[in-house]
């Protein structure tokens, strides 16, 4: 089993969709947990962290679920901008190395 | 202020020739990070470096791989007799404090290595 599993995508969406992103982790002592955002043929980008209570920047909504490994993104009324390759990111306490999802791929279209 | 960078942007190789790739970190980073991404692939943790410690190379993929960081700064990744399998980007990365907690990884634009 991968450690980061995301789903597979492609995701292509009208704008002002509301989009979500699923991922799952193997590993029970991950303790933090990111989503970074790609663009094409660009270098990783923190889009933002994810807390146990859940936590929301703008349009962005992230929750994470201990119990059953799971974390998510949701996106409301997806703008054009949003288009890119959504990384779902896992790192333990005692570790330093970031474990990467192979990512989801996200078009929004006018 | 300036971000990570890295040299060269793109590089095309022949099989068997040694390349050296270049990272600099933001100033005052302390831990460095390579990693590589294949098409098709996510980022794979090839090595890390904070301060004077011993770097961790638990991630380099063949002896065929080695890296140093000069001075607590410039990084450089070293692949020798290249395979065409080598063919990927190499980011680099850099961070204020090296563990724990949610502090942030910064990427670098990331070296596109083609082995023909």
């Known amino acids: 089993r991968k450690e980061v599993e995301q789903d597979p995508g492609p995701f292509n969406v009208p704008e002002g969709a509301t989009v979500a992103f699923n991922c799952t982790y193997s590993?029970?002592?991950?303790?933090?947990f990111f989503w970074y955002r790609q663009d094409c043929r660009k270098e990783p980008k923190l889009l933002m962290s994810?807390?146990?209570s859940g936590n929301e920047d703008g349009r962005f909504t992230a929750q994470l679920n201990r119990a059953s490994q799971y974390i998510s993104l949701l996106i409301r009324d997806s703008k054009l901008s949003d288009s890119a390759t959504y990384l779902c990111?896992?790192?333990?306490?005692?570790?330093?190395?970031?474990?990467f999802g192979k990512g989801t791929l996200l078009t929004v279209n006018p | 202020g300036a971000g990570v960078s890295q040299s060269p942007s793109n590089k095309v190789t022949e099989k068997g020739k040694d390349v050296e790739l270049r990272c600099d970190p933001i100033?005052?980073?302390?831990?460095l990070y390579w990693y590589r991404q294949s098409l098709g692939q996510g980022l794979e943790f090839l090595i890390y470096?904070?301060?004077?410690?011993?770097?961790?190379k638990s991630g380099l993929p063949s002896d065929r791989f080695s890296a140093e960081r000069t001075g607590g700064s410039v990084s450089t990744l070293t692949i020798q007799r290249t395979q065409q399998e080598d063919s990927a980007v190499y980011l680099c990365?850099?961070?204020?404090?090296?563990?724990?907690?949610?502090?942030?990884?910064?990427f670098g634009p990331g070296t596109r290595l083609l082995v023909l």
């Open positions: 994810v807390y146990s």
């Open positions: 100033s005052g980073h302390t831990a």
């Open positions: 990111v896992v790192k333990e306490s005692s570790n330093y190395k970031l474990t």
């Open positions: 590993n029970s002592a991950s303790q933090s």
């Open positions: 470096f904070q301060g004077n410690s011993a770097p961790d």
């Open positions: 990365a850099s961070s204020l404090v090296p563990s724990g907690g949610q502090e942030t990884q910064y």
